[in-house]
């Protein structure tokens, strides 16, 4: 059976259909947006014959069941959901227009080429559409809701449509009329009988070309799945705004009266608190996108057929496979949806603990939101388990994996099934290591080219610090300490070592001094006493500082917990500094990582690393 067919539709039984709710909308198509001169110049297509281009429908009826519709400015009482034989995929902005201008008698809500709302008539001149093809475009005009042109600062009737009578006189033909003119017809024999003749051939020449025009039709059939009509869906979308994944469960849901908008968002006029709203009582969490949140889902969905089939005996293709791809999020059914939202709602509250545990405390230095999405779903499983000293230092591993080889950027949902799986398999008790951390591998090299605050590596060598203690150069409080307050002096950012100003003054190139070899995590009050000084007078001046008071000790005990060493920077030695601080920070990646680095000689190129901040 083929999944398609493609055939032609008389226009104004096209309309006809719609008119009566045959044809009707999928909900999550966005509304009508077309401008007056864009609908002006549809009729003159559609009176020229020339193609307006196809119109894609699908067969109602099938796996793929949405919310519908009727086109706007339709009596959505008297059209019923029941009625629908098809939906429009594709040709929503051209069959509303001519829906609105051809079938009702209310005036068109359009705009004007600036977005300005207005309401529009639209008539043809008779007499000028008559002295050619050519003049259509000036011939086809659109009126006011009263139906009066002005000029002179509207202080002057220019043209006057507001009567039947004034539109004989005038000769102007209304296009809600153009597919049905009998009782035009009657009026104008009735006030000019001698202008009947030359309607008459207007009707031939210009009316008949929108009665017997004819719109290709693809029709798409109920067999297809309800991720290929999607698919399909966004192909054809290209003038619109793309619809993202949540959009389209949020319309195939409404079929069943679930609201997931407000289940997202919340809806403060039915006093429904939304999982988002939820989640951002946790800063950690105010990011997360449903979409993410529907892959965790559709992981633990799957995740669950999975076991079920492999603990009834099932084997090859015959078990579910773990997916956050497209087109598993799309075929999540209702049902599992409301099984797993509040447990995985759970789950991402658990996550932002474990974040902060791990001193990740601003969304600003989280390196991927992507590998939130397979740790709040095993967390969702693991329930309070993951708290075990055993489990958690296994997820640790995991994650810090993850960030320190860079492998959760781009598309990784892949990545993601196989985590959940084999994170699972591991925390309780397998020997086999997620993939994560099987693939994972950090270079020496890349301390040299990790220039840029966007780096995931970047990011997670700057908390890995932080995670170890590291104290502030001035307040001499914990990192950690100083994330959780909101006074600005207590301000973090990651700033130079070595100055920028300092390292300019010994010709020492920014490839160098930029990496992150040479930064660390600072308070603000802290930076603006190192100022662009050499470390060595810097030093001298915070130990010295009121506030501080300091002996040499006490600041290199400090130096240490950033994994400088002291005396490289009390004697402002550059490169001895660059060298033992690289040793340093190895050290702590590979206890994060818990593998040995591999000490090759493969440098990165310039060209693959990170752009200077």
Not at 350 to 379: C, G, I, M, N, W
Not at 567 to 591: M, N, P
């Amino acid at each position: 059976m083929s999944n398609f067919d493609s055939t032609k539709k008389r226009l104004a039984d096209l309309l006809r259909d719609i008119v009566s709710g045959k044809i009707q909308l999928p909900d999550f198509q966005r509304g009508w947006v077309w401008k007056d001169e864009g609908i002006q110049s549809l009729l003159v297509s559609i009176a020229r014959a020339f193609p307006i281009g196809a119109v894609m429908m699908l067969e109602a009826g099938g796996d793929t069941r949405f919310k519908v519709r009727p086109v706007e400015g339709l009596d959505t009482t008297q059209i019923k959901p029941e009625d629908t034989e098809q939906l429009i995929l594709d040709g929503q902005q051209r069959l509303t227009s001519l829906t609105q201008v051809l079938m009702l008698k209310q005036p068109v809500d359009t705009r004007t080429s600036t977005g300005k709302s207005l309401k529009r008539y639209y008539y043809i001149d008779i007499e000028l559409a008559l002295t050619g093809e050519e003049h259509y475009e000036t011939a086809v005009i659109g009126v006011d809701e009263n139906r009066i042109i002005k000029e002179n600062f509207g202080r002057d009737i220019k043209l006057d449509l507001s009567t039947p009578e004034k539109e004989y006189e005038n000769f102007y033909f209304p296009c809600n009329q153009i597919l049905n003119s009998d009782d035009w017809e009657e009026g104008l024999l009735a006030y000019d009988a001698a202008k009947f003749g030359q309607y008459a051939v207007f009707r031939r020449q210009v009316l008949n070309e929108f009665r017997n025009y004819t719109v290709p039709i693809i029709e798409l059939s109920k067999e297809n799945k309800k991720e290929a009509v999607c698919l399909v869906f966004e192909k054809v979308n290209t003038g619109g705004v793309a619809l993202s994944v949540f959009e389209l469960v949020t319309a195939t849901y409404a079929a069943d009266n679930a609201n997931l908008r407000d289940e997202w968002y919340g809806n403060a006029k039915e006093k429904i608190e939304g999982i988002h709203q939820t989640l951002s009582k946790q800063a950690l969490l105010k990011e997360v996108q449903p979409t993410e949140f529907l892959q965790a889902l559709s992981l633990l969905h799957t995740w669950e057929k999975r076991q079920a089939d492999l603990a009834s005996g099932k084997t090859g293709k015959q078990v579910t496979g773990v997916s956050a791809k497209r087109e598993a999020v799309l075929s999540l059914p209702l049902a599992n949806y409301r099984q797993w939202k509040s447990k995985l709602t759970d789950g991402f509250r658990k996550a932002a603990k474990f974040l902060r545990k791990e001193s990740f405390f601003s969304t600003r230095d989280l390196p991927y939101s992507t590998q939130l999405v397979p740790l709040a779903a095993v967390l969702a499983l693991l329930g309070d388990d993951w708290l075990q000293p055993r489990i958690y230092d296994k997820l640790a591993r995991w994650f810090w994996c993850g960030i320190l080889g860079e492998l959760y950027g781009g598309a990784v949902e892949t990545r993601m099934a196989l985590d959940i799986q084999e994170l699972m398999d591991w925390v309780r008790g397998g020997d086999r290591e997620p993939v994560t951390v099987r693939d994972a591998n950090f270079q020496p090299a890349r301390l040299e080219t990790l220039r840029s605050r966007n780096s995931a590596a970047y990011k997670g060598i700057s908390v890995l610090v932080q995670r170890q203690g590291a104290k502030d150069f001035f307040w001499k409080s914990t990192i950690r300490d100083l994330a959780e307050t909101d006074w600005k002096e207590n301000q973090l950012d990651i700033h130079h070592i070595f100055p920028k100003k300092w390292c300019e003054s010994y010709d020492i190139p920014p490839a160098r001094y930029d990496s992150i070899l040479n930064k660390t995590p600072i308070s603000s009050k802290a930076n603006r006493t190192i100022g662009g000084k050499a470390p060595s007078e810097y030093l001298n001046q915070l130990q010295t500082h009121e506030t501080v008071q300091l002996d040499d000790a006490g600041m290199d005990a400090i130096l240490v917990t950033h994994c400088i060493d002291p005396t490289a920077l009390r004697q402002d030695d550059f490169e001895g500094f660059i060298s033992s601080r690289r040793q340093a920070l190895l050290v702590k990646i590979e206890t994060a990582m818990g593998k040995s680095i591999v000490m090759s000689n493969e440098v990165v190129p310039e060209d693959e690393a990170d752009e200077e901040e």
